[in-house]
């Protein structure tokens, strides 16, 4: 359930930039001939002429609607052009789009914090350069303001409100009336007329002279956007993550609109409760069902007590703030994104009815789930952790329909055998959960598997030796005195890493909550050369965090023997070479059950003798 969040102290300025029917737009740069033609491109899929996923302004002044297959699309637009989308595994591959959603973001981000929110779409936390604009060039003190900022569509500007009444008619009569054209022409430049003016008001209050730098900064992103990679996007600039969302396709296509705080009331006041974000589901229907509550403006007559009483305390906080335009969901300062997914559906008679043809793809899913996050680990340096299996299913005995088949979840291995050997075992623990005890038949209609709880590897490590040391140490093998080690037959075959202070680096608080007290960083290249088959052991007061002074004396190490060498293949190439250092020979792979973090192979252990 939504959760309200802390408003902020000061004034934001926050946008959300929309691409225009962005795979559309790629497939044009791809082949110019298809600019200002009606275009569709079609997901892969052979019945009906396949789902179509993105459509032109020209092919929608058909009629042609999203929620269309390609035939049915060309009988609507004879003319239509229908792009398929890559195959892959059978099944559609977005690598092409998501590289060229990169090229965008890579422009959008250099203007502040930003939060890449899907393939085409972005959040952007404009205040700092806001404020920055308004401190050394305000827009009423600028005599040229950037012509595409007065293009914007301003919410509750009496003359835009005129003109958004009027458009709708000329748009009804484009064709037919020369006059009423010309007369749209005239309203269009008297329009940005009176934006201008609004932009550059030398008595506007602080938030909405934010605003106006906002709004102006946000113009010179998508011109710079469109001049680099010949795409258009339309964007809303709000105070808010909430408002900016949804004021951003008001005026599609390469426009952007602007809530003034002063506007917001009335532009909520009319607006379906569905349209509203995390309202789109069961607690939007709830509103509906329950307390009657169909547009914002219904919202508005509860008082937040009672909200809480039929929602809880947060959620109904939570209710009674959006109703009046109130947000305090931060832009997260995030490019890549939070988990990687695959999945395909199989609709009608492809429904997937045994264990072999769902193996079958499973095994597709995973083997591109397992290139993405290892593309992602080698690029981004980031690991994923969790490995996530979900489904939709039907059986034939309809009386129990209205259960869902569970997600599961496990910890993930690298490794495309890994991953569908676990992805299987999800997907059976799930159907068991499904059927219970009945002995039914059953078909898959959806299947899916996807990566998250996605980290980053701190930067300028590249020793495993940090996933078990301190951060005020700085070791590896290359470190090793064999001439100094004891002897001492009881230790059997441990290893000892003797440590050395040059680096003392406090972990960061992300790194706390991921490793504890232990915290990775840097640390010397390994040197293949040092093997140790006589004992050795590692000191544990040498690895307490920095300022620790304790006085205690105790020992902590593990054994080669314990290391699992199918766990070192998961590994980045860099730390196997490392490990491959120490051990010698390989052993075969331990029955042990192992655990879901690196740490979990190195436990610590008490020295005896």
């Known amino acids: 359930m939504p959760v309200a969040r802390p408003e902020p102290q000061e004034p934001r300025v926050i946008a959300h930039v929309d691409m225009d029917c962005f795979y559309v737009q790629v497939e044009q740069r791809r082949n110019p001939e298809l600019r200002g033609q009606p275009t569709a491109v079609v997901q892969y899929n052979d019945w009906k002429g396949g789902g179509l996923i993105a459509v032109s302004y020209e092919a929608r002044k058909f009629g042609v609607k999203r929620s269309m297959r390609g035939d049915e699309a060309k009988m609507v637009c004879p003319s239509i052009n229908l792009v398929q989308v890559p195959v892959a595994r059978d099944k559609a591959d977005l690598n092409f789009y998501r590289s060229a959603g990169s090229e965008v973001v890579a422009i959008l981000s250099t203007k502040g914090k930003c939060e890449r929110a899907s393939i085409d779409e972005v959040y952007l936390d404009l205040t700092d350069a806001a404020k920055e ?36 008619v ?27 003016a609004w932009l550059c008001r030398a008595d506007a209050d602080y938030q909405d002279k934010l605003l106006s730098c906002g709004a102006i900064i946000v113009a010179q992103l998508r011109v710079k956007v469109l001049e680099e990679t010949q795409f258009t996007c339309s964007a809303g600039i709000a105070h808010n993550k909430m408002l900016a969302k949804l004021v951003s396709g008001m005026h599609k296509p390469a426009q952007q609109t602007v809530v003034p705080s002063s ?6 006041v009319s607006l379906p409760i569905k349209k509203m974000k995390q309202l789109g589901g069961k607690l939007g229907s709830s509103l509906q069902d329950d307390l009657g509550v169909n547009t914002v403006g219904d919202l508005l007559s509860f008082t937040e007590d009672k909200l809480q009483e039929y929602y809880g305390v947060n959620t109904g906080t939570w209710l009674w703030k959006i109703a009046r335009g109130i947000s305090g969901e931060e832009v997260e300062d995030r490019l890549l994104p939070k988990s990687h997914g695959c999945g395909k559906t199989f609709p009608g008679p492809k429904a997937l009815k045994n264990n072999a043809s769902v193996k079958t793809w499973l095994d597709r ?30 059986k034939k005995n309809k009386s129990d329909s209205i259960k869902k088949f569970p997600s599961k979840s496990c910890p ?56 078990i040391k301190g951060p ?12 100094s080690l004891p002897e001492d037959p009881s230790l059997g075959n441990k290893l000892y890493i003797a440590p050395n202070h040059e680096e003392h680096c406090e972990p960061s608080l992300s790194e706390k909550e991921d490793y504890g007290n232990n915290s990775p960083e840097s640390s010397s290249e390994p040197n293949k050369a040092e093997e140790h088959k006589a004992a050795q052991y590692v000191d544990r007061n040498k690895f307490n965090t920095a300022g620790s002074n304790s006085a205690s004396s105790s020992t902590w190490m593990f054994n080669v023997e314990d290391i699992d060498p199918a766990v070192v293949e998961e590994l980045p190439p860099e730390i196997q070479r490392e490990i491959h250092g120490w051990i010698r020979p390989p052993k075969q792979s331990s029955s042990k059950t192992r655990g879901s973090t690196i740490s979990s192979y190195f436990q610590p252990a008490k020295r005896s003798g």
């Open 412 to 467: 993930l291995r690298y490794g495309t055998v890994k991953i569908q050997e676990d992805a299987m075992k999800l997907f059976e623990s799930g159907l068991h959960d499904f059927l219970g005890f009945q002995n039914t038949k059953w078909s898959i209609t959806s299947l899916s598997v996807s990566a998250s709880k996605i980290f980053d590897i701190p930067i300028g490590t590249s020793s495993i030796l940090r996933y």
């Open 263 to 268: 506007a917001v009331q009335d532009f909520l």
């Open 472 to 483: 005020n140490s700085t070791v590896s093998p290359a470190n090793l005195d064999c001439s």
């Open 133 to 168: 604009m308004l401190l050394e060039s305000p827009p009423e003190l600028s005599e040229l303001i950037f012509e595409e900022a007065t293009k914007s569509n301003i919410l509750g500007l009496p003359f835009v409100i005129f003109v958004l009444h009027d458009l709708i």
């Open 170 to 196: 000329v748009s009804l009569q484009f064709d037919m009336n020369v006059t009423n054209r010309a007369s749209y022409v005239q309203d269009v430049s008297n329009r940005e007329d009176s934006v201008r």
């Open 365 to 394: 899913l995973c083997e591109e789930l397992s290139e993405r996050i290892q593309s992602d680990l080698n690029q981004n340096k980031r690991i994923a952790q969790t490995l996530t299996l979900y489904a939709r299913a039907c």
